[in-house]
C-alpha cells in the first residue's frame, strides 16, 4: 500500500486563474511524477523528478510547471489556466527497487470554464 | 521507442467466470517492466502485478496472473473468479532501462462484469 495525496480532488475554476494542485507522499520515495489523462483515454508523462531540485519535462508537453523543494511534496502550477487543461492530473511516486512500481495519488479533476 | 498496444477497448464477462485482457509490447531493450493497473470509475490508478523481463516464472498476485511470453512480446492479464467490484478500465505499462523506467501507458480496457 502507498500513501500519496492529492488536493484538491476537484477543481472548477474560470479561465485565467492561477491554479496549484498538491501532491505530498508520506514514503520517502525518491521519484515522482505528474500525469495527465482525458477521460477514458490513456495516460500521459507530463512532469518528473528523481529527486529535490530535480524536474523534467515528460514525454507530453504542458504549460504546467512544477517544483521539488522537499521529497514528499511535488506541486503541479498552471499560471493561467485555460479550458484546454481541463483533465485529469494524476500524481505518483516510486522508489529505486528492483521493481520500481509506481504508486498513484487519488487524482485531480480539473475543469477551466 | 517502447509501445504499449491493448487491442480490446472493451470486455465482458460474468461473474465468477475468468477473463484474459490481451496486451502487446514493442521495446528493444533487453531489461524491462511490465505492470498491470486497474482504474475504477473513481479515478484512481491501482496497481495490480507486475513482471519483469528476466523473470522465468509469470507472476500472480491473488486472482490476478499475467501470462508473459517473451517471444511473442505479449504480458496478458489473467482475472480469475471475476467478480462485480471488478469493472474498471485496465491499463497494461511498461519501463524500460533505457528510457530510465519512465511508464508508457496501453490506450486501456475497459471490463465489464456482468451478474
Known amino acids: 500500500e502507498a500513501d500519496i495525496y492529492q488536493t484538491p480532488r476537484y477543481l472548477v475554476i474560470g479561465t485565467g486563474k492561477k491554479i496549484t494542485l498538491e501532491c505530498s507522499q508520506t514514503?520517502?520515495?525518491?521519484?515522482m511524477y505528474w500525469y495527465q489523462q482525458d477521460p477514458g483515454m490513456e495516460l500521459h508523462l507530463i512532469h518528473y523528478?528523481?529527486?529535490?531540485?530535480?524536474?523534467e519535462k515528460g514525454d507530453l508537453s504542458s504549460e504546467s510547471t512544477v517544483s521539488r523543494i522537499r521529497t514528499e511534496h511535488f506541486p503541479l502550477t498552471l499560471e493561467s489556466a485555460r479550458p484546454s487543461h481541463t483533465s485529469q492530473y494524476l500524481c505518483?511516486?516510486?522508489?529505486?527497487?528492483?521493481?520500481?512500481?509506481?504508486?498513484f495519488g487519488p487524482g485531480t479533476r480539473l475543469t477551466v470554464l | 521507442a517502447q509501445k504499449i498496444t491493448q487491442t480490446q477497448p472493451g470486455m465482458f464477462v460474468q461473474e465468477k467466470e475468468a477473463v484474459t485482457l490481451d496486451c502487446t509490447y514493442d521495446?528493444?531493450?533487453?531489461?524491462?517492466?511490465l505492470f498491470w493497473y486497474k482504474q475504477p470509475s473513481s479515478g484512481e490508478m491501482i496497481f495490480l502485478i507486475y513482471?519483469?523481463?528476466?523473470?522465468?516464472q509469470n507472476a500472480t498476485e491473488g486472482r490476478y496472473s499475467l501470462n508473459f511470453q517473451k517471444a511473442r512480446k505479449s504480458a496478458n492479464l489473467v482475472i480469475s473468479a471475476s467478480q462485480l467490484g471488478d469493472s474498471a478500465m485496465y491499463f497494461c505499462?511498461?519501463?524500460?532501462?533505457?528510457?530510465?523506467?519512465?511508464?508508457?501507458f496501453g490506450k486501456g480496457t475497459l471490463l465489464t462484469v456482468n451478474p
Open positions: 505518483a511516486s516510486s522508489v529505486r527497487r528492483s521493481t520500481d512500481t509506481q504508486y
Open positions: 514514503m520517502g520515495h525518491d521519484k
Open positions: 523528478s528523481y529527486g529535490v531540485n530535480s524536474t
Open positions: 521495446t528493444s531493450d533487453q531489461s524491462y517492466g
Open positions: 513482471q519483469g523481463s528476466y523473470d522465468e
Open positions: 505499462a511498461m519501463t524500460q532501462r533505457g528510457s530510465n523506467y519512465k511508464l508508457t
